[in-house]
């Protein structure tokens, strides 16, 4: 049998002969390092999670009630990239915060990303919110308690510096 079998063999190797063709290795340059992602700035940081919060409740614990809520929102989003800022509930005291504290810096700039504040007065409610870019402003909705985009800048301005008679601060985050 094994005769036999050894005879196939060549039968089949007379038949079909085997072609080899010697290939020379040629080794492959290796990959180019891939540059590394750039890194976020803080402000642009600030800036996905404000879009990634637009339609949701982003002060879901409500320390104060929703109709209220817009300095506890900014708030807990400035926590998410800033973990020791302190969860504010009043314009006021944000706007002071924010003043005193070196990450922000007051400008007259509007653009993304930057949080536009007009501090309640004794007598008068103020508001907050964020640039989501050189027009629109997101913010807390009294109504729904969602984060959705519900100011322009020209709206800003008639409501609360020419309505209301409040002051408007922009802070850049740093």
Known sequence: MKKLLNLW???LTIL????IEKVDYVPLDPLPELPPEPRLTNEEKFVKLCIEGLGTDVS???????????AESISNLIKKIFPDFPILVSTRDLHNRLSLD???QATLDRGKGRIVVSPRTTNTFGHTG???????IASNDSNSGKFVINYTW??????????RKLRIFIYKIN
């Open 9 to 11: 063999v060549k039968l």
């Open 16 to 19: 079909f002969p085997k072609k």
């Open 60 to 70: 879901p614990d409500d320390i104060v009630k929703d109709e209220v809520g817009c």
């Open 102 to 104: 070196s990450r922000f």
């Open 130 to 136: 964020v640039f989501m870019d050189d027009d629109s």
């Open 154 to 163: 020209n709206s800003w301005i008639r409501e609360f510096r020419d309505r």
